[in-house]
């Protein structure tokens, strides 16, 4: 049976009232609980500096704290009510649906309703991707379960005991026995590829942390959110520190809001979406990109107001659905004499009626169009002619030349024509079309476009030239010329992403610096020598170190070049689209990366196959599929993908043309001074260095920059943390299964004895050591034994790894209805494009001083067939951006 309503509703209100005060019981109608407030008990302290470090890696918003006290309350409830005389089971718990339950998670995110979808661009949180699920992939969502959660006491305590119930090594034991600081360089991978792999991480995963935690969790602290680990007595590194403090992650509800084990959250879209780039959510992403005013309401109440102008889809709908209605328009008699005499004097203007608003705004629009196209962008000839609209297919068209001339255009056979619209329409003269390209009309003289059609056609020109738009005119309409300017079209507008003005001015722009109003992007307590700032990108964790600031760098730059670049190929898309449009390139480029370049390296052949994640050679990607959920995999977050940190080498070469040097990892956290030093060649000589320097070893040993001096302050010294045992602890706070249950996920035989490892851990000393560690092979902590594993055929990480960060990228790809290869996001040209250019490529073209690259960073330079050849040449091919442009609509033979 179930627990009644009653039950439910006693359940909810003991067991808030137990978090708040330790444990209660009911007595004649009053809860009583028996101990201190346990918020009196708890010592707040201010944090250090490295703790505040270490919050900044899991930014929490004020929802994900909220939802986990929510989630709090239902563990608790389904604590209390499995330990009542009624001994419910959790499975008949999970089961149980009521609003005394259910109501706890009405703050859980949503997505905004929309009429209708958007099939061309991604939302900024990844909302309706999925049009049955609209919330899959979207930031705030509970990390996904490959195998049940092994909790201690079943449903949220930190694993820490093994199979045989006693407690499982202490993880800086197993820290020090396993991820020593040996150090071997890679043959043939560069650093790049450590280094995008933690880019991708943070564009996919951030788990959640409470940003007070730290402030509570002091050593000795029995708070249960509070999992820290003791410092072993002879500790060689942390002399003197009695714990590494480490705050649990928070916990998220599951889905539904049911009652179940504990689960944690990922608060950023799991999509391959460029969110590190532009942000998880509308409002990142406006704070990031260039806008008039900055807010979108300033900008939407302007007195030319975007939205309203957006809406109108001048002229075209509008045109034909306001009041000006064809049989209007005829039933009007447009005065046929004042037409040819002047159709444009004021007078008869005013007297005629003609809506004067209506038309001012056309004006305004034409005016600008000719304005803008003419003067300012260079519309070229050669583009010009490469147009299909082209006396060829004037010709083609049946526009031919004598039918034209008998015509008698253009009094007579304009008015016969009847000028109706729908004539005009059909002659797929499209007004539309017109106004996107901007027809100037000096190109068009230009263009020799003979004389004489010229001269039968001269109506445009005269009338043109009649109708007087001219400046002053319009001035004297007291149209808001200046407020137009102001507006500064089109630079300023926001369909660039906001960055800082390198101070060597002929060098690229460097990441916009963070204002007060973006604490999260701060680095805290950093006070450099030139008081300088931290950067602002889509992911708060951009600051961590130099060549992750680097990287960011470069993706802000290459959205800014391609949106310069598409305005000049399509003169009529408003600063908007230009906008979505060159964020739909940089995802797409992304995903090409990741998938093209990145994981063939990481999986090997073989898991790329089995996953099926194989970029498609000159088809369309077909296979969507809208019940694959692309959620990200706690194992996935918490230990696999973690991978990477064995490839992190512990300096960090630096190149520039008259220098040479490197940066340590352990003085490089959140320290924007590397970035910003010009001396030493700014990020551009950290990428440098990146595409030179071979990555460390895949192996179970971890350099000490992240082992002994994690965001240590002051830098070097034994104030920090080790990583290796966050991450074992990690795992521990997730509940990830050991080891062993993880093989048998994976398709690897089930293990008895360490012996048994043998085929994926063949060095014995490691499974000597292993067997030394941990009573049984159940109990390995699966980023240990991860580590540990030899790597697959061709890839990086062992087998058990493969198989996770295998599974995970399919269901980012397979999950994706934006997904770049699907036959609905690009043409098959536009495709092409993408899928030719590469991470060299945009480097090539990114970065300053940078003449050669070579054409795979991932690889060393000295890898065969890998030299560094000229960025200009064709070893590097650059994306036509005129694939992107949009053409007028040709009229049906
Ligand atoms: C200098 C390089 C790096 C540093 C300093 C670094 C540091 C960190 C730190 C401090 C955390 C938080 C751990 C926790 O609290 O549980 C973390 C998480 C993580 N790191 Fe790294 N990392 C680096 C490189 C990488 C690389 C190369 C990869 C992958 C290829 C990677 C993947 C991850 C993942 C997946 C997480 C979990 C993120 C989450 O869901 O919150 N990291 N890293």
Redesign the pocket.
Known sequence: HAPTEDQLREAVVMAAEELENGHCVRKDNEIVCEQEPRQAKVASVTPTKSQRH?AT??RSTPRTIKLSQSAAILEKVAKNLMNSPDHFTLEQLGQVVSRSITGLCDEAPSCEPRLIDNKEFRTANGCHNNLLHPLWGSPEQCLKRLLDPQYKDGLGEPRTTGRDGDPLPNARDVSLAMNEDLRKSNHETSHML?QF??FM?HEI???AVDPEGFSTCTCGSAKPECFNVPVPPDDPDFRGRSCLEFPRSIQSPNEGCSMGQRQQFDQVTAFVDASNVYGHSEEDMNNLSLRDEGEPEAWRERAWPERAWRERAWPERAWRERAWPERAWRERAWPERAWRERAWRERAWRERAWPETAWRERAWHEWVLHERAWHEWAWNERVWREWAWHEWVLHERAWPERAWRERAWPERAWRERAWPERAWRERAWPERAWRERAWPERAWRERAWPERAWRERAWRERAWRERAWRERAWRERAWPERAWRERAWPERAWRLLKSKPNPQEWKKDLLPEAKSKDPEFQCPGFTGPNDEKCSLAGDNRVN??PALTSLHTVFMREHNRIARELSQHNGGWDDNRLFYETRKIIGALMQKIAYGEYLPLVLGPDFMDKFDLTLTKSRFFDGYDPTVNPGIYNVF?TAA?????S??QNEFDRYSPDYQTSIK?AFSFFNPTYILNDAEGGPDSIIRGLTTQPRQDFDRYMVSG?TKF?FADPPGSNQGFD?AT??IQ?GRDHGLPGYNAWRVRCGLKNATTFTELKSQIPDETTREKLASLYRDVEDIDLFVSGLAEESVKGGIVGPTFAYLIGKQFQDLRRGDRFWFEKDDQFTEDQLAEIKKTSLARILCDNMDGTTDMQPNVFKLPTHPGNKRVPCASSGLPQMDLSKWQEWPDMPEK
């Open positions: 270490f890696m899991h450590m792999g933690q991480s995963t951030m788990t961590q170190q977050a993908y973690r991978f990477g940190h490839i992190v990892l992240l994690l990583l966050v991450n990690r």
